[in-house]
């Protein structure tokens, strides 16, 4: 996890097993348009979900801001 990750905040994380689709769906109430499916784990759709999350602050920067 980079440091930039360590600056997101989120109020809460949900994870489900969806039987109709055989995944663990991992979705965030701050950030409703980005879900993250994992076949295999509810622990590795967080981390997807986290990495979609960083991926999208990090290309929304303002440019007055650095990168991290």
Do not use: K, T
Not at 20 to 25: C, L, P, Q, R, Y
């Amino acid at each position: 996890m980079s440091s930039f990750a360590r600056e997101i905040c989120l109020s809460s994380i949900h994870v489900y097993w969806s039987s109709a689709d055989s995944v663990f769906i991992a979705l965030s109430d701050d950030h409703p348009d980005l879900v993250c499916r994992n076949p295999w784990s509810s622990l590795a759709a967080v981390d997807g979900l986290l990495d979609l999350i960083e991926n999208r602050h990090r290309h929304h920067q303002p440019a007055d801001r650095p990168a991290a």
